[in-house]
């Protein structure tokens, strides 16, 4: 029994809608061993080391239907049990999950299976323990060798699995500040492995760390971690606090306690969560003892006077008390009858007790601290304590080392409530805890005394959410209304857009379209991540890490996810829902390549971006897989695209005041239209789009559609749209890979990135609709680990279309020969009766595309597929034909601009107010490799 293969999905997948893990198991001989063969044996041994698998409802959907499950004649496999244990790890961990799913892979003995994640190296573990745990119950003959070490134990396993799960988990007041927001509806992001979370996307984000927030002022925490300091502001207001010294020395230390009087109390000058304190200290020489613990933890140490009473913690937030806890050590109450130690595991047996944050309360330990406190008490762990004699364990009341809290807040008195929200006013923190000591917090501390014994800045919020006694408190949602008040913006738009072909410049064209709208995009694409038009990251950026980048980026206010198959396939979506999903076609591409072997396959993953789609789902009406879609998605709004304006549905789904986006004839050209409850709206001739060349590509007709619908549906008003089409344009530039033309040589070339063999195809037919006076000539090539068929029919593509073909192949060969791809498609040209003279082997890349470069004449056209892109413009812009002069430059050289007043120019942005009057000669402007220029015989 192994994992062959493990993935990890951070978001919307084939398998669910949220996080999953899913691991392809081989159960080699124990294929064999369903759970009914096993026996009841095996099963009453996974209930003792699981508990919590009795309420595992399975099948049947009632607690116990899973062990009822496993105890059937037939019984269950392994990989279905290896499910459930991964998941209840995770609940005794304490997390929520509880979705699984287990199915064959296809292949005897090798199962898929699914479950449930709440955080990743957690789930991972999950599944490792699961399957050792499921080994070590197996009988001795069936044993795989090796799965278990010989000094393997199950309790010690066990423990240690929570508490490596709650060193990465969130902590409780992170985790309620987190819940807060998703109840709101705020997303969220982790930006570390501890406490650091986003709440809200790109500009609008805001930032906590526990409970600090990004608004809470450094000062403030300074102030709070100087004890000293606070004592001493507090006093100035007249707030009840001890008197203390500042202390650096043991003898110092004990100076001090007889001058303050004893009782005395020692602390770290600026320590935390209950560390290195001493209470109660009557004599020099615990007073030294003190000191010296809390030396351990600070420099400086204070020294102040106790003060008698029960510890209270009392929380505000942004100046209001808004929950009061009064905290009890953690100790035993003896019966007369039992030791310390024996009380102390009774008292563990407690199921609201765990490791660490795992529960509500936290196990007791007889460590050194507590045989400290035993020692001062005169007792030992063996000693009985007389019946109702409360043995305190600690010292301090912290609930991390095993304390109980007791929710006080309808019963505060009012002095002591505004006596709290003053401090912490006093102090400038935004949250703030005051650790206030008291007799009794129901009597004004003005009757009864008291005092305050510290102001904390990152005040924890576990002993409030979940007290021992009392009423919990929702003390998280008023920081999550501090941080956004209602009405305020969390989310920015976010576009996703999907398909086999014409993803990136539709995503381009997308977040040009919202910059020219006033926005500032984030957009993922293939090449790169671009924030506000500029490339931040370079590389295929078109998965789940990369969205994360988007909306992580403070600068931005929307969003434009292209989003691939293999991102989708490998990790899944990076976000849980969009506003806009847009699926633009699906066509034979990547096929055979993890587990998709179909269209229908490849549709039902690229389907996922209109599942999660929230306001509208833009659909490709003219491609039957896409036009499928439909009835898959919960989104408010289905928009139609069609090239077709006597499309059937696309007319019926129009005249329902549905919305769509037509391509309509009309006497100056074809018009793209759209269609809105009932209205119909005009919106651009499409040879007024620089990327369509006039009208020509009609690929780009479509992206253009669908940018243009998905416009519309993110709410951009349709000026703006029709200014972000008419000034996008398909240079290397601005489009790199995608429809560049170059037409500075005697011939034209055309620039391409296509690689299946519907992008082929789409070339080849605008080739044919460009008018050309000499040859057409072709450098085909295909990725190496498509399948045969797939490279046979991207040479299908072109086959008789041009006068001259070159086959050449990728640099990285995908474990194909250094021939084999061009051999394959130049094969298939043969048989699809291109002539042998025709047709050129020449399997380097760069070779390829000189000889169809040296192969060009004056009114030649020349369609190059590249695949490295940069490379490969840059040899095509930088040749020179022979025998054709080179122009040289003129004197004056090119007339300097501003940066940024090229990118306006560019843009079609109006110079205004831009220093001295200067007219430019917008014709003598150049757009190559270098961007925008001024050519030699521009006019001023």
């Not at 997390?95 to 892979?105: C, D, L, P």
Request: proline share 5%; aromatic share 6%; glycine share 10%.
């Amino acid at each position: 029994m192994r994992i062959l293969d493990r993935s990890v999905y951070v978001g919307p997948s084939l398998h669910a809608r949220f996080p999953v893990i899913r691991l392809e198991l081989d159960l080699g001989e124990l294929e064999e061993w369903p759970t009914g063969r096993l026996g009841s044996g095996f099963v009453d041994a996974l209930a003792l080391a699981l508990p919590g698998l009795a309420e595992h409802g399975c099948s049947y959907g009632e607690p116990g239907g899973f062990f009822r499950r496993m105890r059937e004649d037939e019984g269950t496999w392994l990989g279905h049990v290896l499910e459930h244990v991964a998941i209840e790890l995770q609940n005794i961990a304490g997390e929520e999950v509880t979705f699984g799913k287990t199915r064959g892979a296809g292949r005897p003995g090798v199962y898929t299976v699914v479950y449930e994640y709440a955080q990743r190296d957690e789930g991972i573990a999950a599944g490792e323990l699961g399957l050792r745990l499921l080994s070590s119950l197996l009988p001795g003959e069936i044993r795989p060798a090796g799965a278990v070490p010989e000094d393997w134990n199950w309790p010690e396993a066990r423990d240690e699995f929570i508490r490596f799960a709650q060193r990465r988990a969130l902590g409780p007041s992170t985790a309620s500040l987190v819940k807060a927001a998703e109840n709101r509806g705020i997303p969220w992001l982790r930006l570390n492995d501890q406490s650091l979370v986003q709440l809200g996307h790109g500009k609008y984000q805001q930032r906590i760390q526990a409970t600090v927030t990004g608004r809470t002022p450094h000062i403030a925490v300074e102030l709070a971690s100087d004890k000293e300091e606070t004592n001493k502001i507090l006093a100035t207001l007249g707030l009840p606090v001890p008197t203390q010294e500042l202390v650096q020395t043991e003898a110092a230390a004990v100076r001090a306690a007889r001058r303050i009087g004893f009782p005395v109390v020692t602390k770290p000058y600026n320590g935390n969560h209950g560390r290195g304190i001493s209470i109660r200290l009557t004599t020099d020489e615990e007073v030294t003892q003190g000191f010296l613990v809390a030396r351990e933890h600070s420099r400086s140490v204070i020294v102040e006077t106790f003060l008698e009473g029960d510890d209270h913690r009392l929380l505000v937030v942004q100046g209001e008390l808004v929950a009061a806890t009064r905290r009890t050590p953690g100790h035993v109450v003896g019966d007369g009858e039992h030791t310390i130690a024996q009380l102390v595991d009774l008292v563990n047996q407690d199921p609201r007790r765990g490791v660490g944050h795992e529960k509500v309360l936290t196990r007791l330990e007889l460590d050194a601290q507590a045989q400290k406190m035993l020692d001062r008490a005169g007792l030992q762990a063996e000693s009985v304590p007389d019946k109702g004699k409360i043995v305190y364990l600690r010292s301090t009341a912290n609930l991390s080392t095993g304390g109980t809290a007791t929710d006080v807040t309808d019963v505060i008195h009012p002095d002591n409530r505004e006596m709290a929200e003053r401090a912490v006013r006093a102090i400038g923190l935004d949250v703030g805890g005051v650790d206030f000591l008291s007799k009794n917090i129901t009597e004004s501390y003005r009757a009864i005394g008291g005092g305050i014994c510290e102001v904390n800045a990152a005040p924890g919020f576990r002993m409030h959410v979940a007290p021992s006694e009392g009423t919990p408190r929702d003390v998280a949602a008023p920081v999550i209304d501090m941080l956004f008040p209602q009405g305020s913006h969390s989310r920015v738009p976010i576009a996703a857009i999907t398909g086999t072909n014409g993803k990136t410049t539709t995503a381009r064209m997308l977040a040009h379209v919202t910059k020219m709208a006033g926005y500032t995009p984030g957009l993922t694409t293939t090449d790169g991540v671009y924030i506000d038009g500029q490339r931040t990251v370079q590389g295929d950026m078109t998965g789940p890490v990369s969205a994360r980048m988007v909306l992580a980026d403070p600068q931005i206010d929307i969003a434009v996810l292209e989003t691939a198959r293999g991102g989708l396939l490998r990790a899944g979506m990076g976000v849980r829902e969009v506003n806009v999903g847009a699926v633009l076609n699906v066509q034979a591409d990547h096929l055979g390549l993890k587990g998709i072997d179909t269209l229908e396959q490849l549709a039902e993953v690229k389907r996922i971006v209109v599942e999660v789609a929230t306001d509208c789902a833009v659909l490709n009406a003219d491609d039957p897989h896409v036009l499928k879609m439909s009835g898959h998605t919960d989104a408010k709004n289905i928009c139609y695209v069609t090239m077709n304006p006597q499309h059937t549905l696309v007319r019926e789904h129009i005249r329902a005041s549905g919305r769509a986006c037509a391509l309509e004839a009309g006497v100056n050209g074809q018009m793209i239209t759209l269609y809105d409850r009932g209205g119909h709206i005009p919106l651009l001739w499409t040879h007024l789009i620089p990327a369509t060349l006039e009208g020509r590509a009609t690929h780009n007709v479509q992206n253009a559609m669908f940018a243009a619908a998905m416009a519309f549906s993110l709410g951009i008003k349709l000026d703006a749209i029709r200014q972000g089409l008419r000034t996008f344009d398909s240079t290397f530039f601005q489009a790199p890979g995608r429809l560049n033309v170059f037409n500075e040589h005697p011939f034209k070339v055309l620039f391409d990135y296509g690689h299946n063999a519907h992008a082929v195809a789409v070339m080849a037919d605008l080739a044919q609709r460009l008018d050309v006076t000499g040859r057409r000539i072709v450098v085909l090539a295909g990725p190496g680990d498509r399948r045969n068929e797939d490279l046979v029919a991207i040479a299908n593509a072109v086959a008789g279309r041009f006068d001259h073909y070159i086959c050449r192949r990728d640099d990285n060969l995908r474990d194909r020969a250094t021939d084999e791809v061009p051999r394959i498609q130049a094969q298939a040209l043969r048989a699809a009766g291109v002539r042998e003279d025709a047709i050129s082997v020449i399997p380097d890349e760069q070779e390829a595309v000189a000889a169809a470069l040296n192969m060009g004449q004056p009114g030649d056209l020349l369609l190059i597929f590249a695949d490295a892109l940069a490379r490969s413009w840059k040899q095509i812009t930088k040749f020179k034909p022979a025998g054709v002069a080179v122009p040289q430059p003129a004197e004056r050289a090119f007339k300097p601009l501003d940066r940024e007043i090229i990118r306006k120019i560019a843009e079609g942005v109006p110079l205004v107010g831009e220093g001295p009057p200067t007219v430019f000669n917008l014709e003598g402007l150049i757009r190559d490799e270098r961007g925008v220029r001024v050519a030699p015989d521009a006019e001023d």
